[in-house]
């Protein structure tokens, strides 16, 4: 009974690459959740998704960011031109319906931007 | 901004209750108060959530004032194994956007 995994566990990107990160959610759960956590903050809410679409997206950047959860795969986060600032910690994490209680996250993706 | 405020750190020694308190004067009605935590360098876990009645499950128990405007969350033995960063936050029922602030860190001391 896997839970939500997220890939890579760590990724090292350079000024100006992309950055792809992976999210399979729980079985049976077809709501995603993305946050992004600095340094020594909290976390932050990014965008809910479910299959096909994107419910919420109010906490995403307006640009370079992007995020998908198709009908087949995983969900992916896409991050253009990447910039120091984007050195984080991003958590995803599922639920069986549109919910705030019992959000499962997985372990995270650690980004860090040379 | 988070809606809630917490201190930022407590001790408490292995094998007593742990207390932590947290103040959020401006919940509205239809707002839960949720608690996770966060073990350092995982994803946040589920604990606990209560609307105004007091709440027990395996991991914890939840104490929400009667105006709503403060709840206490306890952990009965604290382990090893419970230091985390501890979050308060305070929401709708069906958003998936929680709000976090910075939490309390709690360190269990043997």
């Known amino acids: 009974n896997a839970g939500v995994m997220q890939n890579p566990r760590h990724l090292v990107r350079r000024r100006g690459q992309e950055a792809r990160l992976r999210c399979s959610p729980m079985k049976g759960h077809s709501h995603v959740y993305w946050y992004r956590q600095l340094p020594e903050e909290g976390l932050k809410f990014m965008v809910y998704l479910q299959k096909e679409n994107i419910i919420d997206e109010s906490g995403m950047p307006k640009e370079r960011f992007s995020a998908e959860f198709p009908k087949e795969g995983p969900s992916i986060l896409r991050i253009q031109q990447v910039v120091r600032g984007d050195s984080a910690a991003y958590f995803c994490a599922s639920s069986p319906a549109s919910t705030n209680e019992k959000l499962f996250f997985g372990s995270g993706t650690q980004l860090s931007v040379l | 901004d988070a809606k809630t405020t917490q201190p930022t750190s407590m001790d408490c020694a292995e094998g007593r209750a742990a207390n932590l308190p947290c103040n959020h004067s401006?919940?509205?009605?239809?707002?839960?108060v949720y608690w996770y935590r966060q073990i350092h360098s995982q994803g946040p876990q589920y604990i606990i959530h209560g609307l105004k009645n007091n709440e027990t499950n395996e991991m914890a128990s939840l104490i929400i004032t009667e105006d709503r405007k403060s709840s206490t969350l306890i952990l009965p033995h604290a382990t090893l194994r419970d230091t985390a960063v501890y979050y308060c936050i305070v929401g709708g029922r069906s958003q998936g956007n929680l709000i976090f602030g910075k939490g309390t860190k709690l360190s269990v001391k043997p």
């Open positions: 401006t919940i509205s009605g239809n707002e839960y």
